[in-house]
């Protein structure tokens, strides 16, 4: 079973802070062995904070992905939806890692524990893309609150 998670950054910049969004939308998950069906509904998550540190946009997106991997479960394959090409881009390996590698290699670290595996997916920022603009606001609550 595939759990797909939408992960946004934000950064505001006259102040340097910024915040992290991570959507789970509604789903199926297994329940438990002794029930009739084997399914249940797990209704939508919502996960967002500030960054602790001076935020940049890169940052912020790089904090919503190692959220995602630290909030949920290892067992479970993760499709993570990002509207951040040069995050997912590092992350892979794709593009040399300049800055933030602390974060970059936590992220390495925890996909590399994890017992299942995880792919992404890019999505266009700002578009029609109704869960992606979700975790966007839950990374603009992060930064602003």
Known sequence: MIIKVWVDGSCINATKTGGWGVFVPSHLSLKEPQD???FKHTPPKYY?????????????ELKAIHQA???LP?????QI?????????????TFKVRTHLDLV???????????????FKLVRGHGNDANNRVADSLAYTGATS
């Open 81 to 93: 939806h990002s509207d951040s090409r040069w995050a997912v881009n590092v992350v892979l390996g």
């Open 36 to 38: 009739d069906y084997p």
């Open 105 to 119: 290699q936590a992220i390495r670290g925890a996909i590399r524990k994890r017992s299942e595996s995880v792919a």
């Open 69 to 71: 991997l630290m909030l």
């Open 48 to 60: 967002w904070g500030k960054l602790e540190e001076e935020a940049t946009s890169h940052r912020a």
């Open 74 to 78: 290892d067992n479970v394959e993760l």
